[in-house]
């Protein structure tokens, strides 16, 4: 294992194998309205979070921020990609171009549909779209507040079919909150920058 301590890296394919720890993923929403889900809730992806994708190797390229730690045979088939910053600080790399040359960018307003994958910094899934229970994608109705705001702002500046990966600064995720347990576990601790792959299936106007 080797620490990456200066940079943004973009791996190659298969960059983390994840064997050696827990993944957190099933039944968790991006939804700002689920940030403090219940305890039921919580109860239920805590007892499910070592069953859920337990021999799964996540695949493609993978962004990884300051501190975290590969294995050494994924940086050796690392490969630099350019990272754009927005504004507000998130950090991304365009994994995938659309295929068509006059796909779109969303709207404030307009209904999008997205794939995800939600990592914490030391490569633990917590969320995705994948998950055991859930669709193949999450709709939501962009720029008003339905999911946190660095997801909001990243699907913003993306075009139809486009695939990226994104770093979340803790002020456009979870602040200070996290996502804890009555107990005091956190599954996402306060302060915690997140991971996302995010994959932009489909952008439309509401009906009026």
Do not use: W
């Not at 194998?17 to 827990?22: E, V």
């Not at 979070?49 to 190797?57: I, K």
Request: hydrophobic share 40%; glycine share 8%; proline share 6%.
């Amino acid at each position: 294992m080797k620490t990456i301590a200066s940079s943004l890296i973009l791996t190659g394919a298969s960059i983390l194998s994840l064997q050696g720890g827990a993944m957190i993923a099933h039944g968790f929403s991006l939804s700002m309205k689920s940030s403090t889900p219940s305890i039921d809730t919580l109860k239920n992806i805590h007892s499910n979070r070592r069953t859920f994708l337990s021999t799964a190797t996540l695949t493609g390229a993978s962004i990884l921020a300051t501190q975290t730690t590969v294995p050494s045979s994924a940086n050796a088939a690392a490969t630099a990609k350019e990272i754009f910053n927005t504004p507000s600080g998130i950090k991304y790399a365009i994994l995938k171009e659309p295929s068509s040359k006059s796909s779109s960018t969303p709207y404030k307003g307009d209904i999008v549909a997205i794939e995800y994958t939600g990592y914490l910094s030391n490569g633990q899934i917590f969320d995705a779209t994948h998950a055991e229970g859930k669709s193949n994608a999450l709709l939501f109705k962009l720029g008003t507040g339905s999911v946190i705001p660095g997801l909001d702002e990243i699907v913003s500046v993306m075009t139809v079919g486009q695939k990226v990966q994104a770093i979340i600064p803790p002020q456009l995720a979870y602040a200070d909150k996290g996502v804890c347990l009555e107990d005091g576990e956190c599954l996402i601790k306060p302060g915690s920058t997140l991971v996302y792959d995010v994959y932009l299936k489909k952008s439309s106007i509401p009906p009026p």
